[in-house]
């Protein structure tokens, strides 16, 4: 391992130190939550009952605070009664770590409790499309808009005081208006998703825009470039990698609307199997699909980034994709 100092201002890490810190950082959660799970002393506030003794209100396997358990236990001492057993325990709302691992697969094989309710992974593939819909639409209008308004002051002036007015809007508020527009079933959640999205994106695209180096359209007016042609041939290409990173971050963002998204009109997706499970008090459940939500959110990040990287090579010393794609074919020389 380097001597190099682990925390140098503005100074990049080694590979290596990389995935290290990228381990640990999900590492340090997970033995913070075993030591809670496991460790009694730490943070077991209950008491779950072995042996109700002679308190006659509890029951076995019931969960009660700790002071309350000693009250009872006291009173049944001094009345000469048999004094309950227990054992200190997390409450039931925090499961351990093992519980919600073996959680991830039985929620994905345990039929549902009720006619008509869905299995975990109908749930989350209409989420999927949900939060697919909603961005996709979103993407497909707020692009385009915010690149124009990040090239042309005048459109900018025109469009965005109204954009930025309503993206402090909170979507959800649009939810029974949705409603009444869509009806009950997956499109007003779409537009949910959209509203909570396509706002913001016209303004963060926009600001991307006009971070393009004025030189390189400069340099394009010297060599007698058209102005219908520099926003497409100069500007897009310029900002395309930030642009790219933009996408990346909103997508993130279309995420924390689904919640809101899924409770308007018929319950649906994630949401209504989060709340499903937490009704019936199968926490263990309800934590691993809200880990399955970070998982695939996670996994759609890295596979963006890993086509980013190769897609805009250039900014990072690797071969661009668009080089290895489009790139002319050398000829080999015919050998005598």
Request: proline share 6%; charged share 15%.
């Amino acid at each position: 391992m380097s001597r190099e100092p682990w925390f140098a201002v503005l100074h990049p890490l080694s590979g290596r130190r990389r995935v290290a810190l990228w381990l640990l950082s999900f590492a340090l959660p997970v033995l913070l939550w075993s030591a809670i799970s496991y460790v009694p002393f730490l943070w077991h506030p209950v008491m779950r009952v072995t042996d109700p003794g002679g308190v006659t209100w509890f029951t076995t396997g019931m969960l009660i605070d700790r002071h309350e358990f000693a009250r009872e236990a006291a009173k049944v001492a001094e009345t000469g009664g048999r004094a309950p057993e227990g054992y200190r325990a997390n409450p039931i709302y925090l499961p351990a770590p093992h519980q919600v691992a073996r959680a991830l697969y039985t929620a994905f094989t345990t039929k549902p409790i009720l006619r008509g309710d869905t299995w975990l992974h109908e749930s989350l593939w209409l989420s999927i499309q949900t939060i697919f819909w909603g961005f996709v639409i979103s993407s497909a209008i707020g692009v385009p808009l915010g690149i124009l308004c990040g090239a042309y002051a005048a459109l900018a002036r025109l469009t965005e005081p109204l954009v930025d007015f309503i993206r402090y809007m909170p979507a959800p508020a649009f939810g029974a208006l949705m409603v009444a527009i869509f009806g009950i079933y997956q499109q007003p959640k779409i537009a949910i998703v959209f509203i909570g999205t396509f706002f913001q994106q016209v303004l963060v695209v926009a600001n991307t825009v006009r971070k393009v180096d004025p030189a390189l359209i400069e340099a394009a007016q010297t060599l007698g470039a058209k102005r219908r042609n520099l926003v497409w041939r100069v500007i897009v290409p310029a900002s395309l990698p930030d642009l790219y990173n933009d996408l990346r971050i909103l997508l993130g963002w279309a995420w924390t609307y689904l919640i809101v998204a899924e409770v308007v009109g018929i319950s649906s997706g994630i949401t209504f199997f989060i709340n499903q499970q937490a009704k019936y008090r199968n926490f263990d459940n309800v934590y691993a699909a809200i880990l399955i939500i970070g998982f695939i959110g996670l996994l759609t990040d890295l596979i963006l980034g890993f086509i980013g990287q190769h897609l805009f090579g250039w900014r990072t010393g690797r071969t661009s994709l668009w080089r290895l794609l489009f790139a002319p074919k050398k000829i080999p020389e015919e050998t005598a």
